[in-house]
């Protein structure tokens, strides 16, 4: 199989992604092109980057997702290949199958794999075929009957789920009968303006429920190895919060189990690069099911790279370029334990509510067991079109305990002003009971943790106004 070298790659992402493969691609002597909105002509990764193409106007619609505009200035600006990053365009099959077209190569699998394993309906499938466990459900359905006779079946509480979805768009837990048609109705609605695509599908669901990943990488000579496991229980609204390697919820029997079967089902669909095979684990039970397969890197991929030492981007550069993997499953190990934090400009306070704006100041750790993926610097003016994420904190130990330690004082060092961050609330995580044990389930923080801190808050406020009182007095 030929290899074809790499020498300009076009950066079809922003935030604090562009600047990773930026970096990347540096360490690998590429030149680099990122395609840029309006909003974003002074970011960090335009300055970084080797070169700039202004792609649209601050509307993700008209820039970052507009696959013509993008593809048009990789050509534009002599780049032989696109890096799609997360999110945006990395998981179109028709945007992947476009750059191939134009001689471009994409950073990620082809087209058929991201088609198979995007679509989740599909990806159940193939997953049963290639004898991995899938959680009790059904195929597409055809209408509230046929959801009905299933629900009934399976037993309550069940999830409908879009077949296009993610991020938790398109779902709808449904824990009695009469609530079916209203849950079914609005999941559908929802996916059909998220995705265009109103398909849904239902699951059983499960009350205690870890979140476990299996990370993936493959190459085009049939090699797919794993790099062990991330836990992204510590969730809000099916959207993760905190991420940690190796999972403090598995033994090693369990580990192998879900490590080879994410292997199997990469092996099945000849998967090419970085993939993150995503399951459900029973927290009562100890069994796991299949979720989905995220074809691109991961927000949470530095946990992995932290405790194995491979760099997970550099490597799907270089298996895009159709060498192959530079390390075999038995050079996997891991080593000692690593968290991240996601730094997000929102206020807690206030249901978590987006700021964008200006950071006065952006001061973080400086620790040498503290990593930060980030675009953010003093004066950057943090824009309202996008997500609120400003970067990851991630901190190594040699143990758990070690690492909850590291992150707690990197998380006590980090000064950010100007903006309500969420960097405050995940201290406060960290010096949780439930967190500190390992024992947290996707459902904690919604069900326990929060609300017990707003009462926290409450209780707080109602005797600081009784002590004004008495000192009025």
């Not at 599909?122 to 004898?131: C, D, N, S």
């Not at 077949?163 to 609530?179: L, Q, T």
């Not at 993936?216 to 229980?233: A, F, I, K, P, T």
């Not at 969420?422 to 389930?441: A, C, K, P, Y």
Request: net charge negative; aromatic share 6%; with cysteine.
């Amino acid at each position: 199989m030929s290899v074809k070298s790499i020498q300009r790659l076009f950066v079809a992402n922003r935030g604090e992604i562009a600047v990773r493969i930026i970096k990347a691609c540096k360490a690998l002597g590429i030149q680099t092109v990122i395609g840029v909105s309006e909003a974003d002509r002074d970011s960090l990764a335009t300055r970084m980057a080797d070169a700039f193409e202004v792609i649209g106007p601050a509307q993700a619609a008209e820039s970052y997702l507009h696959a013509e505009r993008i593809l048009a200035a990789a050509l534009r600006t002599g780049c032989d290949a696109l890096h799609p990053g997360y999110g945006f365009l990395s998981e179109r099959a028709g945007f992947a199958s476009a750059c191939a077209q134009a001689g471009i190569t994409f950073v990620g699998p082809d087209a058929r794999a991201i088609q198979d394993m995007g679509d989740k309906i599909t990806a159940v499938g193939l997953a049963e075929k290639a004898g991995v466990p899938r959680v009790p459900g059904s195929a597409a359905l055809s209408g509230l009957d046929e959801a009905s006779k299933i629900a009934e079946a399976i037993g309550y509480p069940v999830l409908i789920k879009a077949s296009a979805g993610g991020g938790g768009r398109g779902m709808r837990i449904v824990r009695e009968a009469n609530e079916l048609a209203s849950c079914m109705s609005s999941a559908i609605n929802e996916a059909q303006s998220a995705f265009g695509d109103g398909t849904v599908y239902l699951e059983k669901f499960i009350e205690q429920a870890r979140h476990i990943e299996i990370q993936v990488m493959g190459d085009r000579y049939g090699n797919v190895v794993h790099l062990g496991e991330r836990d992204c229980s510590a969730q809000r609204r099916h959207q993760k919060l905190i991420e940690e390697s190796p999972s403090p919820g598995l033994d090693q029997d369990l580990r192998e189990q879900m490590a080879m079967a994410a292997v199997k089902l990469a092996r099945s669909v000849a998967y090419v690069g970085a993939g993150t095979v995503e399951f459900v684990l029973d927290a009562q039970s100890r069994r796991f099911y299949f979720l989905e397969m995220n074809t691109r890197i991961q927000v949470e991929h530095p946990v992995t790279e932290l405790v194995t030492g491979f760099d997970l981007v550099q490597e799907q550069i270089k298996v895009a370029q159709g060498l192959p993997l530079s390390f075999a499953q038995e050079d996997v190990a891991l080593h000692g334990h690593a968290i991240e934090c996601r730094i997000n400009a929102e206020d807690p306070n206030k249901s978590f509510l987006p700021k964008p704006g200006m950071l006065l100041v952006w001061d973080p750790p400086t620790d040498e067991c503290v990593r930060l993926d980030s675009h953010c610097y003093a004066g950057y003016t943090v824009p309202p079109h996008y997500d609120s994420l400003l970067g990851k904190i991630i901190v190594h130990g040699r143990s758990r305990q070690e690492a909850l330690g590291h992150m707690r004082r990197a998380l006590e060092n980090f000064r950010i002003e100007g903006l309500p961050t969420t960097v405050d609330f995940l201290r406060e995580v960290m010096d949780e009971e439930t967190f500190i044990s390992g024992n947290m389930t996707t459902r904690w923080l919604e069900q326990s943790f929060l609300p017990a801190r707003k009462m926290r808050q409450k209780n707080a406020a109602q005797n600081l106004e009784l002590k004004g009182r008495e000192v009025g007095v």
